[in-house]
């Protein structure tokens, strides 16, 4: 029972901190955006959005890149035993 509790824990854990991710996220585009009262120096919200998005963008490219390199890898193994 003790591991089914470890694994609600962690379950538990990892989804606060993507909660947490998702409103930072939403802070830094606040941070980045015009807005004539409070952020003069900001930019305008698409523009920021885009960059954002690219970012993303970037960082799951990035992660599928190393799925793909790990993929490759093990076709060359399987092609060099079948």
């Known amino acids: 029972m003790k591991e089914l509790q470890s694994l609600y824990n962690r379950a538990y854990q990892l989804a606060q901190e993507a909660i947490t991710n998702k409103e930072d996220m939403k802070e830094l585009a606040g941070e980045f955006t015009y807005d004539k009262e409070y952020n003069t120096d900001g930019f305008e919200k698409d523009n920021v959005k885009e960059i954002i998005n690219a970012a993303v963008a970037k960082a799951k490219?990035?992660?599928?890149?190393g799925k793909a390199d790990k993929l490759k890898k093990l076709q060359e193994i399987q092609e060099m035993y079948s």
């Open 61 to 65: 490219s990035d992660d599928l890149q």
